[in-house]
Protein backbone atom coordinates (compact mmCIF):
# COMPACT_ATOMS: atom_id res chain seq x y z
CA UNK A 1 0.00 0.00 0.00
CA UNK A 2 1.69 3.21 -1.63
CA UNK A 3 -0.23 5.32 1.04
CA UNK A 4 -1.98 4.22 4.13
CA UNK A 5 -3.90 7.22 4.80
CA UNK A 6 -5.75 6.95 1.39
CA UNK A 7 -7.23 3.11 2.42
CA UNK A 8 -11.02 3.11 1.85
CA UNK A 9 -11.75 0.03 4.28
CA UNK A 10 -15.49 -1.51 4.42
CA UNK A 11 -16.28 -3.92 6.82
CA UNK A 12 -17.95 -7.39 5.13
CA UNK A 13 -20.41 -8.87 7.56
CA UNK A 14 -19.85 -8.47 11.44
CA UNK A 15 -16.69 -9.31 13.61
CA UNK A 16 -17.17 -12.82 15.49
CA UNK A 17 -15.50 -14.89 17.83
CA UNK A 18 -13.80 -17.81 16.59
CA UNK A 19 -11.37 -20.49 17.26
CA UNK A 20 -8.81 -22.08 14.64
CA UNK A 21 -7.39 -25.27 15.34
CA UNK A 22 -3.64 -25.19 14.85
CA UNK A 23 -2.06 -27.16 11.24
CA UNK A 24 0.62 -27.17 9.82
CA UNK A 25 -0.39 -24.66 7.62
CA UNK A 26 -1.16 -22.01 9.95
CA UNK A 27 -0.87 -21.39 14.00
CA UNK A 28 -4.17 -21.90 14.90
CA UNK A 29 -5.80 -19.55 17.96
CA UNK A 30 -8.47 -17.39 19.44
CA UNK A 31 -9.80 -14.10 18.06
CA UNK A 32 -12.09 -11.72 16.34
CA UNK A 33 -12.98 -13.03 12.48
CA UNK A 34 -12.95 -9.47 10.96
CA UNK A 35 -13.10 -9.17 7.09
CA UNK A 36 -12.79 -6.03 5.71
CA UNK A 37 -12.69 -5.11 1.56
CA UNK A 38 -9.55 -2.67 0.73
CA UNK A 39 -9.38 -0.42 -1.61
CA UNK A 40 -6.28 1.38 -1.79
CA UNK A 41 -3.44 3.26 -4.02
CA UNK A 42 -1.41 2.28 -6.61
CA UNK A 43 1.95 4.34 -7.35
CA UNK A 44 -0.09 6.07 -10.09
CA UNK A 45 -2.36 7.97 -7.14
CA UNK A 46 -5.04 5.68 -8.77
CA UNK A 47 -7.72 3.24 -6.47
CA UNK A 48 -7.13 -0.30 -7.34
CA UNK A 49 -10.45 -1.44 -6.53
CA UNK A 50 -11.52 -3.05 -3.70
CA UNK A 51 -10.02 -6.27 -2.17
CA UNK A 52 -11.00 -8.82 0.71
CA UNK A 53 -8.94 -9.16 3.23
CA UNK A 54 -9.44 -11.25 6.28
CA UNK A 55 -8.20 -10.93 9.47
CA UNK A 56 -8.14 -12.68 13.48
CA UNK A 57 -7.53 -10.34 16.19
CA UNK A 58 -6.90 -11.12 19.56
CA UNK A 59 -6.03 -8.53 22.26
CA UNK A 60 -5.47 -5.82 19.95
CA UNK A 61 -3.22 -7.63 17.68
CA UNK A 62 -3.66 -8.90 13.96
CA UNK A 63 -2.69 -12.62 15.04
CA UNK A 64 -3.44 -13.79 10.83
CA UNK A 65 -3.90 -11.72 8.31
CA UNK A 66 -4.84 -13.25 4.69
CA UNK A 67 -5.31 -11.36 1.77
CA UNK A 68 -5.61 -12.07 -1.97
CA UNK A 69 -7.82 -14.99 -3.37
CA UNK A 70 -6.97 -16.92 0.01
CA UNK A 71 -8.40 -14.00 1.66
CA UNK A 72 -11.39 -14.05 -0.14
CA UNK A 73 -12.02 -17.91 0.28
CA UNK A 74 -11.91 -17.04 3.84
CA UNK A 75 -14.16 -13.83 4.09
CA UNK A 76 -17.07 -15.93 1.84
CA UNK A 77 -19.02 -17.71 4.55
CA UNK A 78 -20.32 -20.53 2.11
CA UNK A 79 -16.79 -21.84 1.25
CA UNK A 80 -15.22 -24.73 3.39
CA UNK A 81 -11.83 -23.63 1.97
CA UNK A 82 -10.56 -22.49 5.83
CA UNK A 83 -11.82 -25.77 6.94
CA UNK A 84 -8.89 -27.23 4.86
CA UNK A 85 -6.53 -25.29 7.44
CA UNK A 86 -8.64 -26.50 10.22
CA UNK A 87 -11.57 -26.65 11.49
CA UNK A 88 -13.27 -23.16 12.75
CA UNK A 89 -15.45 -23.38 15.48
CA UNK A 90 -18.01 -20.02 15.85
CA UNK A 91 -17.69 -19.24 19.86
CA UNK A 92 -21.32 -18.61 21.23
CA UNK A 93 -21.83 -15.13 22.10
Known sequence: ???PESA???LVGNPR???FAKTSFHPGGAGWEIC???NAKNSF???TGYKNVFLLWNSGWTVMYIDGD???AYCNENNNFRLLKGDRQIVAE
Open 1 to 3: MKD
Open 8 to 10: RVK
Open 17 to 19: PVV
Open 36 to 38: ASV
Open 45 to 47: GAY
Open 70 to 72: VGS
